[in-house]
Each structure stands twice: as structure tokens, then as C-alpha cells.
């Protein structure tokens, strides 16, 4: 079982829909989550970075962490075009410090104008 | 432009030969790490490093790959002998001193071999 499993997709919804991504993850040691976006010969972009359980909002993005159900999600509220991308969750556990990230392999989404 | 800087951007080598791949972090950061993205894979860690330190070289292949980052001047990726398997994208990261503090990235140097 991968650490971090991510539907690949593609994802294709029509521009002012909400999208919904998730990352499912099997190590509960895992406390730090992530959201970074990708746009093609690009490097990762970060967009959300939480760590309890609960909702985190920045615009139209919300990232959602379920602890129990080691469940994340991200929602995009009112999708542009421009979103179109590779969204890749990234997770971490330590308390101890600056640790490698173990990503999902990201789900390729795009918006219909 | 104060984001991690990578070059080059694209490397093409033939097989036998060494790459070096360069990494500037961001400005105040002292902490590197280095991920590789296959075709159609997630990004995979390779290794973390501190000034003139590495911290964790788990995902580093065991042969023909190292790192640095030396107390002046940007962190180096060392392939030595590339294989065709070698072709990827290979990307740097940064972050902050101060604990868990989010990984910023640079957009990478595709390698290609011949």
C-alpha cells in the first residue's frame, strides 16, 4: 500500500464549478498536510498548508483534514480556467523538525471554459 | 526574483557522462531539499540537506548519486555515469530555519540522456 494514494484522474468540470481533490494516507504518524499546484514545466506551487483537523479557507480554496478517516480534500470554490493543473497533496509527520515531503502523484485537472 | 533558483533549466547528457544539477534557495533559507518526478509519477524525496550537513539521504540511490551544500554557494546534485533511467525532472526545495516550516520550490532541471 502507497503511503499517500491520490487519484490520478484526469478531472475535467466546466469553469465555475466546485471541484473536489483527495488524498487518502495510511500512516497516522502523519501531521502536517499539504496542497501544492503544478502547472506544466513548472515547479510545485504551494496553496494550502495545514495542520489539525478541521478547515482551512484562503479565497476560493478550502483545504479539508480528517484525521480519523486520514482523509484530505481540497476544494476550489468557483473554478477558473486558469486552475487547470496538477494539484499534488504533500504530507509530513514530524514534531522534531524539517522532514522530507511523501507526495501523492497528483490529479490532473482542467477547467472548461 | 527571491524564489529558489534552479539551473540549468534543461541538461542533456549522453550516457557515461556527469550531470550536475544547481540549487539557490530562497533567500534566508538554509534548508534544501532535493525530489525527482518521473514521467507520469509523483515527486519522490531524495535527500535533505543543511549547510555543509546532510540530514537524511534515504531516497538517494546508493550509487553514482550525490549531494552537497557547502558553506558558500548553492546545494549541487551529483550524477555521476548517467543511464538512460537517469532521465527525469529533478527539483529543489526549500524552507525556513525555524521547525516545520513549508518546502518552496524551484521549477527544476529536466535531464535528458542520450
Known amino acids: 500500500q502507497k503511503e499517500v494514494e491520490q487519484d490520478p484522474g484526469p478531472l475535467s468540470v466546466p469553469e465555475g464549478a466546485i471541484v473536489s481533490l483527495n488524498c487518502t494516507y495510511s500512516n497516522s504518524a502523519f501531521q502536517y498536510f499539504m496542497w501544492y499546484r503544478q502547472y506544466s514545466r513548472k515547479g510545485p506551487e504551494l496553496l494550502m498548508y495545514?495542520?489539525?483537523?478541521g478547515n482551512k479557507e484562503d479565497g476560493r480554496f478550502t483545504a479539508q483534514v480528517d484525521k480519523s478517516s486520514k482523509y484530505i480534500s481540497l476544494f476550489i470554490r468557483d473554478s477558473q480556467p486558469s486552475d487547470s493543473a496538477t494539484y499534488l497533496c504533500a504530507i509530513y509527520g514530524s514534531n522534531f523538525g524539517n522532514e522530507k515531503l511523501t507526495f501523492g502523484t497528483g490529479t490532473r485537472l482542467t477547467i472548461i471554459p | 526574483n527571491a524564489g529558489v533558483m534552479q539551473n540549468p533549466r534543461h541538461l542533456v547528457r549522453r550516457r557515461g557522462q556527469e550531470a550536475r544539477l544547481r540549487c539557490s534557495p530562497m533567500k534566508g533559507h538554509s534548508h534544501v531539499y532535493w525530489y525527482r518526478q518521473l514521467p507520469e509519477e509523483g515527486l519522490k524525496f531524495m535527500v535533505y540537506l543543511q549547510k555543509e550537513n546532510i540530514i537524511d539521504e534515504s531516497g538517494m540511490p546508493k550509487e553514482r548519486f550525490s549531494a552537497e551544500f557547502p558553506k558558500e554557494g548553492p546545494s549541487i546534485l551529483r550524477i555521476q555515469q548517467v543511464v538512460r533511467g537517469d532521465s527525469a525532472a529533478y527539483f529543489c526545495?526549500?524552507?525556513?530555519?525555524?521547525?516545520?516550516?513549508?518546502?518552496?520550490f524551484g521549477d527544476g532541471t529536466r535531464l535528458s540522456i542520450l
Open positions: 526545495a526549500s524552507s525556513g530555519t525555524t521547525d516545520n516550516q513549508p518546502q518552496h
Open positions: 495545514t495542520y489539525s483537523s
